[in-house]
């Protein structure tokens, strides 16, 4: 009723403002202008029956609406009483089957008694596991901290002065496992994570806090020279440093990506670099570059010299000799860190993944995975729909469940709005409705044409799909109606109808193929929507 509603009310809006111009029209003829004067009195009193019509109209929307609404009311309080009579004559049975049972509790409660101290031994090794958790806390905290006294930890010093000047970098070549190591000019520290989760995590943790110092350090520089000239003239080392540095061959733009105005530099490569690429070599290790910045550090003769002598296009011609023969492109400087390579990768074995999906064939769909298919990849070609609803048009179960297991999106929906549960509903498959239903798919999700899964069952008449997703939806109500319902594995009936469908899916799937007798068929064809 709601669009056939809004409709009414849209065209009694516009027929309004019609009339309106009309009263004003007829309003400002001249009563000298007889055939005007007729003719606009005409149009005034067709459109005040027009306006007598679609206002009747807008009347009986809203008297159906409202009506229909008292219905649906009455619906939804008849379902919450039955929910209640339901579950409290559950609860009555399960009460009076629980008898005897809690008498046997009662015995073993009063021999239980004397037995206290198995108790205090518990609590003794929950009190004694927490000091161990504490303990390891305060390891983690002390790995990049060291207290100034035993006794007071709440006074630390920060190992490394000046992050800029430090690199992190994971080690392997020790005995010891999960080992990574903090380098600076002065002294390196080597320290020790309990996973090699946590260690990654701590390296990551590291390197951006180094980005972050420097980027920090550039903004405040280019804040205090923007906001006010210096009073006392500044040394001519950092200018004069950027100036020669700029005069090499190349050095104008970064090294590696060609933007403009590098302002950093590595000593033993001798060549120039922006800001993000500066962050990419410290990551490589001070041992394969030495990256300084040109307007915050000091520079010897030499340095600056070899920088003019060797130079960006030099050292490129070296490096990037064989670029273009092994299909290698150079970033740019408006990268987003993705290469049309990788780009063309990710579609190639996003589509293997689509198709075998569409086959069923786990095999290569186990291939494409462990080649970096994106399991909830997004097909272009076919309306953007997923891998789940390609094996779920192909009526394959163990591929929906190899997908699902593999974190596959449910409820990730194509272009025409439709996900995989609408497909599993157009095409009868009752097992992949029952995996999807068990793993979370929204049921009340409508497509384009404003169906959801219920509504296309109902239309292609599924018996065995409209039980399922109409005790689904029952079970969803009785838990709304009142918290003390749990989960859906509280409903006895519910579990086993779902029980007994999953088991013929899986070992009797051809008793869930029935005929079907939708209105299309019964015209002559149905539609595929698959």
């Not at 319902?485 to 086993?496: S, V």
């Amino acid at each position: 009723f709601l669009p056939q509603l809004k409709d009414s009310r849209r065209e009694f809006l516009r027929i309004g403002e019609d009339l309106e111009a009309v009263v004003v029209k007829n309003a400002q003829v001249s009563r000298h202008k007889i055939v005007d004067a007729e003719q606009a009195s005409h149009l005034l009193l067709a459109t005040r029956k027009c306006y007598q019509h679609f206002g009747l109209d807008y009347c009986l929307q809203l008297n159906n609406f409202k009506s229909q609404q008292k219905l649906d009311i009455l619906n939804s309080i008849f379902s919450y009483f039955h929910a209640q009579y339901t579950f409290f004559h559950q609860g009555y049975d399960l009460l009076r089957d629980l008898e005897p049972t809690m008498k046997t509790m009662a015995t073993q409660i009063v021999q239980l008694k004397g037995k206290k101290w198995r108790i205090h031994i518990c609590c003794s090794n929950r009190e004694i596991s927490q000091e161990n958790l504490w303990l390891q806390a305060l390891t983690i905290i002390q790995y990049l901290l060291k207290a100034t006294s035993s006794s007071a930890l709440e006074e630390f010093q920060s190992l490394f002065d000046d992050l800029r000047l430090c690199a992190v970098k994971s080690v392997d070549n020790t005995e010891r496992r999960f080992c990574f190591e903090i380098v600076s000019v002065q002294k390196s520290c080597s320290l020790q994570a309990d996973s090699e989760e946590l260690r990654e995590a701590w390296v990551t943790a590291v390197q951006g806090s180094i980005d972050m110092a420097y980027r920090q350090r550039v903004e405040s520089q280019q804040l205090m020279s923007a906001a006010s000239p210096p009073l006392v003239p500044r040394t001519p080392v950092t200018p004069s440093a950027l100036g020669v540095a700029l005069q090499g061959s190349g050095n104008q733009h970064c090294c590696d990506c060609g933007a403009e105005e590098p302002r950093w530099a590595s000593l033993n490569l001798g060549i120039t670099m922006c800001i993000e690429c500066s962050g990419i070599h410290r990551s490589l290790g001070v041992h394969l570059s030495k990256v300084r910045s040109l307007t915050l550090d000091s520079w010897d003769p030499e340095q600056l010299k070899l920088l003019c002598v060797l130079g960006n296009d030099v050292i490129n011609t070296i490096y990037e000799a064989q670029v273009s023969e092994k299909g290698r492109l150079k970033p740019s400087p408006d990268r987003d860190g993705d290469s049309q390579g990788a780009q063309e990768e990710r579609e190639r074995v996003g589509r293997r993944l689509y198709q075998a999906a569409q086959q069923g064939d786990l095999v290569s769909m186990a291939t494409a995975l462990a080649q970096g298919a994106e399991v909830n990849w997004s097909n272009a070609e076919d309306e953007g729909r997923t891998p789940l609803i390609a094996a779920t048009c192909g009526g394959s179960l163990l591929a929906c469940h190899f997908l699902l297991q593999n974190g596959a999106n449910v409820n990730q929906r194509d272009q025409r709005g439709q996900g995989a549960l609408h497909a599993a509903a157009t095409r009868g498959h009752t097992g992949q409705v029952c995996l999807l239903l068990k793993r979370g798919a929204n049921q009340y999700s409508a497509d384009e044409r404003g169906q959801d899964p219920l509504s296309i069952a109902v239309e292609t008449a599924h018996a065995d799909i409209v039980t399922l997703l109409r005790m689904a939806r029952m079970n969803e109500e009785m838990k709304d109606s009142d918290g003390l319902c749990g989960n859906i594995g509280d409903d006895e009936t519910f579990q086993d109808i779902f029980r007994d469908f999953s088991n013929m899916a899986s070992h009797d799937p051809e008793r869930l193929s029935r005929r079907q007798f939708s209105r299309e068929q019964r015209d002559g064809g149905s539609e595929d929507l698959c």
